[in-house]
Nanobody, 120 residues
Framework: QVQLVESGGGLVQAGGSLTLSCAAS????????MGWFRQTPGKEREFVAR????????YHADSVKGRFTISRDNAKNTVYLQMNSLKPEDTAVYYC?????????????WGQGTQVTVSS
């Protein structure tokens, strides 16, 4: 079992940037493909980005493509989400998890989430 802890969220003005981190313990992350999701109250958890175990392939949702970048440092057992040109509609709790695809059912080992708030 791998335990994931997200960090790096906060309050930022529209147009600003944040970098989220997802740190793992228990097992090495290099064995897992990883994804980022986000959720706002009353809505389903939404896919944001995913990355293969070695970081060779990434995929980003259309809503964040060109603004967000997923990456990983397996030596640090950490996955990142660089978020630029933030918009108020990016406000959500952001989660990382192990797995692949765009559906939450394909993911496990969810972290507790980190809140991102973008003010207009």
């Amino acid at each position: 079992q791998v335990q994931l802890v997200e960090s790096g969220g906060g309050l930022v003005q529209a147009g600003g940037s944040l970098t989220l981190s997802c740190a793992a313990s228990g097992r090495t992350l290099s064995n897992y493909a990883m994804g980022w999701f986000r959720q706002t109250p009353g809505k389903e958890r939404e896919f944001v980005a995913r990355i293969t175990a070695r970081g060779s392939t990434t995929y980003h949702a259309d809503s964040v493509k060109g603004r967000f970048t997923i990456s990983r440092d397996n030596a640090k057992n950490t996955v990142y989400l660089q978020m630029n040109s933030l918009k108020p509609e990016d406000t959500a709790v952001y989660y990382c998890a192990t797995g692949w695809g765009t559906d939450t059912s394909m993911y496990d080992n969810w972290g507790q989430g980190t809140q991102v708030t973008v003010s207009s």
